[in-house]
């Protein structure tokens, strides 16, 4: 069996093989772009040592603890207290990124804002281009939302902002291919993953149950007049 000639490839497989390249490239440049002392950067802030605690503790064998609280209004009785009050899986991706690396818990995270960027730009492409024939369009579309300057100062900072976007993005990339094979389970998982990097996407769930219906509506009617 020979392998197929670049040739051979279709125009759409080509287009995503360029944008995958060229997302690649931008992904690299932002990961040799992070300083060595990446925790005295503008996008590192309160949140982020607080959440680089997280990372470290779990690093440490101490699980969900932080020994500092800036967020009085929880007022602890004592230190170190229980991490209750975010959800859990950016300082887990921090902490294994920094364990298989061996970086820095502060690089690490850096290093999943800057691949949460390229994430976003594949989704938001994959969704553009369920509506649009063009990939290229497609894709000048998810750069146009995805460096927007709000989107992309979040994507440039250590925090959980960057990472939810992404994969709630993900999310609705699956969700609008609904009811293709394996879709909803795909939806189902990101959307999960989505609301354990931050609680706040719950918000979006009345749109997303009306979609759904909507799409599923749609679908039985297209089935039955078939």
């Avoid at 999310?171 to 706040?200: E, Q, S, Y």
């Amino acid at each position: 069996m020979t392998e197929a000639s670049p040739a051979a490839l279709s125009p759409r497989l080509r287009g995503w093989l360029v944008i995958l390249a060229i997302v690649g490239c931008y992904t690299a440049l932002r990961i040799a772009l992070i300083p060595d002392f990446a925790e005295y950067t503008y996008g590192f802030s309160h949140d982020s040592a607080y959440l680089a605690i997280i990372a470290r503790n779990l690093l440490a064998g101490k699980g969900f603890v932080n020994e500092a609280q800036w967020i009085v209004f929880l007022s602890p009785a004592s230190l170190p207290m229980p991490y209750h009050n975010g959800n859990p899986l950016f300082p887990v991706l921090v902490a294994a990124l920094s364990k298989v690396t061996g970086a820095s818990v502060f690089h690490s995270g850096f290093v999943i804002s800057a691949m949460s960027s390229a994430v976003l730009l594949l989704a938001l492409t994959s969704i553009a281009a369920v509506y649009v024939r063009s990939l290229t369009r497609a894709f000048l579309l998810a750069c146009a939302a995805g460096f927007f300057p709000a989107i992309l100062s979040d994507s440039l900072g250590f925090g959980t902002d960057g990472l939810a976007t992404a994969i709630f993005f993900s999310f609705v990339a699956a969700l609008v291919r609904l009811p293709r094979r394996g879709m909803p389970i795909a939806a189902g998982v990101l959307f999960g993953l989505a609301w354990l990097t931050r609680p706040n996407v719950v918000l979006a769930l009345p749109a997303v149950l009306l979609f759904v219906m909507l799409k599923w509506q749609r679908a039985g009617v297209l089935r039955l007049a078939g």
